[in-house]
């Protein structure tokens, strides 16, 4: 990838009538940088980690954002009065407003702030910490899907069908964001976020047999298959409808846009294993994630298993640039470039978040 090709992609098109397309202003260096080596403290990035430097999301909208999304949660009764910390704790406003800098307005960053609490509430509730269990989870995670799929049957069952939805907090939620997207959303938008969100539920499914099995660790290969489904796809892809355009279905199916969205999401997910190492290994029974999964598999220690997954995202980092970067140089339309921009800005966003929340995420004593 040359260096022109990346500042071009990252600068976003230029010309007449497409100023608008622009990003929020990124910070002066364009490239990403390295972490620092050292013995990182609260806050830091992983040391070695690739990654790009964003600017503290804007206040007002993040006030704005926290505002709505609590007085959502209380309309649908997402969580009991002593989740609340934890709900707070989480900071969903500052992540959507990281990760959605050209969305034009508030209510666009709504659209992707309730999905995001929706899709926490499943994983907490469903599989892991609030009550989660492997044990059922395929027909939870079905019944939850026609939340945002609807099942279409015969008048005698649909009652039933219907009064299901709002029998749990996870539900409600589906149900609620799902109807705000659909509304701002096409119907093509639509129905790409269905089809991400059936890959994510896939991957959640594979991820609870090993947790049922109690003894089965994955090959690295195996491991790194799951999380390309139970990874953050559905949020970088619904950019162009947080960000008020679309791009159309004919040019987000092509093969060298799913490879340059799957390898973004998997470099994003691995993000999230390594921030949250600390955190799954405090918490009860065994987590899967890459660095154990490394350890176990390659027969190395914690820390090298940990430092290896460092490499093994920086390579997915590096050939998620250099394939969005190719691909906008040889789809110079506005909108393909718009939306690279775009799940590039989400990448960046999520990886703020996590490297920040220390309410969450602190760092293992590796270095």
């Known amino acids: 990838m040359s260096g022109t090709a990346l500042e071009q992609l990252l600068r976003g098109p230029s010309g007449i009538g497409t100023a608008g397309l622009n990003l929020a202003p990124r910070q002066e260096a364009v490239a990403a940088v390295e972490a620092p080596s050292g013995k990182p403290t609260s806050g830091d990035p992983v040391p070695g980690l690739y990654f790009h430097p964003v600017p503290e999301p804007d206040a007002e909208r993040v006030a704005e954002v926290n505002r709505r999304i609590k007085l959502w949660a209380e309309e649908i009764e997402l969580y009991p009065p002593d989740w609340e910390d934890q709900f707070d704790g989480f900071s969903v406003s500052r992540y959507m407003v990281a990760c959605h800098p050209d969305a034009p307005s508030v209510d666009h960053i709504m659209l992707a702030t309730r999905l995001m609490v929706a899709e926490n509430a499943v994983d907490d509730c469903y599989c892991e910490d609030l009550g989660g269990s492997p044990v059922g989870l395929g027909s939870r995670l079905l019944l939850a899907h026609t939340a945002l799929d609807p099942l279409h049957t015969t008048a005698e069952y649909q009652s039933g069908w219907q009064e299901s939805l709002g029998s749990d907090a996870p539900r409600r939620a589906y149900r609620s964001a799902m109807e705000h997207f659909t509304q701002a959303a096409s119907a093509s938008q639509s129905d790409r976020f269905r089809h991400d969100m059936a890959r994510l539920h896939l991957g959640y499914l594979a991820e609870a047999a090993w947790d049922q099995d109690g003894h089965h660790v994955p090959e690295v290969w195996e491991y790194l298959s799951m999380r390309q489904f139970n990874n953050f796809r559905p949020c970088p892809t619904i ?129």
């Open 239 to 367: 950019t162009d409808a947080v960000g008020g355009y679309e791009l159309p279905a004919d040019l987000h199916a092509r093969p060298a846009m799913q490879r340059v969205i799957a390898l973004a999401c998997n470099a994003t997910t691995i993000v999230n294993d390594l921030y949250s190492y600390t955190k799954e290994l405090a918490s009860p029974g065994r987590h899967l994630n890459l660095p154990v999964v490394i350890s176990e598999r390659e027969g190395v220690s914690d820390r090298d298993g940990y430092l290896k997954a460092v490499e093994v995202h920086n390579e997915l980092m590096h050939a998620f640039e250099a394939e969005a970067a190719a691909l906008a140089a040889a789809t110079p339309v506005p909108v393909v470039v718009r939306f690279l921009r775009g799940v590039a800005a989400w990448v960046d966003g999520n990886h703020y978040w996590h490297q920040t929340n220390t309410y969450r995420y602190s760092l293992p004593d590796f270095w």
